[in-house]
């Protein structure tokens, strides 16, 4: 099946630092890719989804200055989570879909910890 | 946006047992998917229903879809303790929405 990489699974960073995860479709083009927040035993969050070689698309509430979001290949994307805070703490998952297919393949998430 | 919606939220049963979750969305769907997720983990794509079926089988995995009612089931048979997840549906449209899951226990 097809197979999503994301890295890294796990960072804890200090208040103020930026921090960068990646997510990758190791075996498939991903022309979406779409990135998750999950809190503690509730939903996903959608944040945005990205085309490949277009600005991505933010949900609401999401501050697109804050959460940069890059899709610069139809294999990989990368969250920078900028000038992070405690309250940005939290488990964030990629998912990458191709095609026309509606079946996103997930990463395994990364969690975040800001001290 | 859409949604699914799943109940109950948590479910304990005893290994062999049956499982039974449900879903419920409020606008019309292309398809309909179950996903599930380990503890900490992504999420893992279990099945896709079209909005033109109405029941599907994938091993131990029934589910079936009545749009009429905009609700589907995911039924998982002789449940093992590897089975302990949350479940979660997931509608399309433009985009997809995920519910906020059921949490299944199976205890051995």
């Known amino acids: 099946g097809a197979v999503v990489s994301q890295h890294p699974s796990w960072v804890i960073c200090k208040s103020g630092t930026s921090v960068k995860i990646e997510c990758r479709s190791l075996?498939?083009?991903?022309?979406?890719m779409f990135w998750y927040r999950q809190f503690p035993k509730q939903s996903l969050m959608l944040m945005a989804t990205s085309n490949e070689g277009s600005k991505a698309t933010y949900e609401q509430g999401v501050e697109k200055d804050k959460f940069l979001i890059n899709h610069a290949s139809l294999t990989l994307s990368t969250l920078t989570v900028t000038s992070a805070h405690p309250e940005d703490s939290s488990f964030y998952i990629c998912s990458a879909s191709s095609g026309g297919k509606n079946i996103q393949y997930f990463g395994a998430g990364t969690r975040l910890s800001v001290l | 946006s859409q949604q699914g919606e799943e109940d109950p939220q948590a479910l304990s049963i005893q290994e062999g047992e049956n499982a039974t979750m449900n879903c419920s969305y409020k606008?019309?769907?292309?398809?309909l998917q179950w996903y599930r997720q380990n503890s900490g983990r992504g999420l893992v794509h279990l099945i896709l229903i079209r909005s033109n079926e109405r029941e599907k089988h994938s091993g131990r995995l029934r589910v079936t879809l009545d749009t009429s009612k905009k609700s589907s089931s995911l039924l998982i048979t002789a449940s093992r303790a590897a089975d302990t997840a949350s479940y979660f549906c997931?509608?399309?449209?433009?985009?997809?929405?995920f519910g906020a899951g059921t949490r299944l226990t199976v205890k051995p």
């Open positions: 075996d498939f083009q991903a022309t979406t």
């Open positions: 997931a509608t399309d449209g433009n985009d997809m929405r």
């Open positions: 606008t019309s769907i292309n398809n």
